[in-house]
Structures are given as structure tokens and as C-alpha cells.
């Protein structure tokens, strides 16, 4: 393990280009603390030429949002056949857009808040306040808006008045060009951490967030203070139990690999709600993973040092 050489991906052109710095950071000190060699790269113009004249054993990604989670990255590294941790491109596209994400494990059986999906256009097309009228009458309020792509909460807002509607949607598609509405779950939002062991997909403990503001979004994501979290989340066994099937049903159904983290509501009648699910976790000071490492008495180091040896044995 400690004679390992890791390039540690992270920044990027995105909009989390700040968040992913923090955590490639983090995920870089805690890589040295074990022994690995590290180095931290820039997802720039230069990445390719690296990879070329500086080969690693190994590629960590700690891309956020775009490039990083698109599978957009992983499919560079897979034609240069430098071994990567992650999940490969196919499943990371699966994973990234919501919808798609939503759709396959309803298809499963497994619970997730009725949805729809409006690109730009067809507010434009079909009179914006129709359609808002018609969401409204569809869903209900309170609704939660967010791109149907992208992560940390960038552009997610719950609407609880319909007069709000219209600057709430604008609001969101200035992340993207298309808008996933769906029911808002008053509930315990509780994130779940899956890690790949030689067993099998391994649950850490769940983190619950209880956000000041009710709304855990980018502001309540990343700045101290602002949210409260449990873990392990404050669960009776058989709700954690169903939490973690959850994770691992999300997992497996979407072909994921190495790491995930599932985000889940937990509804007044204890039905477990999937949301969505990240194939780069953040690995900030404020963030989850790291929360679900400690709690399950190992470190951030130990995890992902394993998480290389296995990515490089795939290259073997």
C-alpha cells in the first residue's frame, strides 16, 4: 500500500470547482497519512499530458458536478488505461442524471417522490405559467425544484408557495437547461455512504441532517454552523435497516463501483424515499462521507487506500 503513487483529481471548470479543491485536499492529506505518495491535479488542458509523461498507479477523482461525475473523466482515463477509483462511465451517466437515476429504481419497486422533468424549452414554448399551474395541480405544493443534473445543491430550492414558482424555476435553470420537479417529503433526510470491501458492498453509518433553515442546501452544505448532523443518524434498527438497503439497492441496480453516497428522506410514515445518489462524494470538512468514515471507527486514509489497491488490481 504505502509505495503506491496517486494522482488526486480535483477543481475543474464546474461550478463546484471550490468545493472539489477543498476535498482533494482533504482526501490528499489523508492519503500521505498512510503512506501513499501523492500528487494534486488540476482537471485542466494539461491533464492528458501528465497522464502521458507521469503515469500514476493510480487516479482518485475528487471532481464535483460536471466532468468529474458525467463520466466524462473516467472515459479519458479508461482509453489511457490508467486504473481510476469509481465507477465507470456508463453508470456514472446512469447516476448523474436524476431523472434517469429516479426512473430505474422506481422501476425496481423501491420509493422515491413522484417527478417531472421541463427543460427550458417548454416554458417557452407552452406559456411558462400554464405549465407552472399545471405542475402545481400535478404535484401539489410543496414542491422541491432542482437541475436535473449537477450537485451540491446548486440551484435546489423547495417552493412552498405557488407565487414563488416563477423565480424559483428561473433561479434553477441558471444551473442548467432543464428543471426535475418533485414532491417535497416533510421528513428526516438522512445520507448513506457505500463502499466496496472484498465482501461485497459494504453500508457505512447513515448521517442524519437537520439543516437550520430546513433546506439543506448549498449554503447549509458547506458553511459551519448551519446544519446539525448525527452520526450515526438517530434511527430505530428497523429504519436504519431500510436505509441501508436502500443505499445498496441504489448501488447495485445502477451499477456503481468503489464508492457512493445515496441521499434518502425519510417520510412521517417511515417509508425510506431515495433522492438521488453521488458517484464523487464531497470530502470537505462539512461533508458526509467523512462523517460516515468516523463513525465507523476507521479513517478517511484507510478507506480510500483500500478503494486504490483494488482499482489497481483491476489493471492487473
Known amino acids: 500500500m504505502s509505495d503506491q503513487w496517486v494522482a488526486v483529481l480535483a477543481g475543474g471548470l464546474s461550478h463546484e470547482r471550490e468545493v472539489s479543491l477543498r476535498s482533494g485536499r482533504r482526501l490528499s492529506a489523508a492519503l500521505r497519512g498512510v503512506g501513499m505518495t501523492v500528487d494534486e491535479w488540476d482537471a485542466d488542458a494539461n491533464l492528458l499530458t501528465r497522464l502521458r509523461e507521469h503515469r500514476p498507479d493510480a487516479v ?11 463520466g466524462s473523466v473516467q472515459s479519458v482515463l479508461e482509453m489511457l488505461g490508467v486504473p481510476y477509483v469509481g465507477t465507470d462511465p456508463r453508470a456514472c451517466r446512469r447516476a448523474w442524471d436524476k ?9 425496481a419497486g423501491l420509493a422515491t417522490p413522484d417527478w417531472v422533468v421541463l427543460p427550458h424549452a417548454t416554458f417557452r414554448e407552452l406559456g411558462a405559467q400554464a405549465v407552472l399551474d399545471a405542475m402545481v395541480e400535478s404535484l401539489g405544493l410543496p414542491l422541491m425544484l432542482k ?3 449537477g450537485g451540491s445543491a446548486l440551484g435546489a430550492q423547495v417552493v412552498r408557495d405557488a407565487a414563488a414558482l416563477p423565480a424559483a424555476m428561473v433561479a434553477c435553470l441558471a444551473y442548467g437547461e432543464t428543471v426535475l420537479a418533485e414532491r417535497f417529503i416533510e421528513g428526516v433526510e438522512v445520507a448513506v455512504t457505500v463502499i466496496d470491501g472484498p465482501e461485497g458492498p459494504e453500508v457505512l453509518p447513515a448521517v442524519e441532517i437537520r439543516p437550520e433553515s430546513g433546506v439543506y442546501d448549498y449554503t447549509a452544505r458547506y458553511t459551519a454552523g448551519l446544519t446539525d448532523f448525527h452520526a450515526p443518524a438517530r434511527l430505530d434498527r428497523a429504519t436504519a435497516a431500510a436505509v441501508s438497503e436502500l443505499a445498496v439497492s441504489a448501488h447495485r441496480l445502477l451499477g456503481l463501483r468503489d464508492v457512493s453516497r445515496t441521499d434518502a428522506v425519510i417520510a412521517p410514515d417511515g417509508t425510506v424515499h431515495f433522492l438521488e445518489v453521488n458517484v464523487s462524494p464531497g470530502l470537505t470538512e462539512t461533508s458526509l462521507l467523512p462523517m460516515a468514515v468516523e463513525a465507523s471507527g476507521r479513517s478517511l486514509g484507510e478507506i480510500y487506500a483500500g478503494l486504490v489497491d483494488r482499482a489497481v488490481a483491476r489493471s492487473i
Open 99 to 107: 431523472p434517469t437515476a429516479k426512473a430505474e429504481l422506481a422501476r
Open 60 to 70: 482518485v477523482i475528487a471532481l464535483h458536478g460536471g466532468a468529474g461525475e458525467n
Open 147 to 149: 437541475p436535473d443534473q
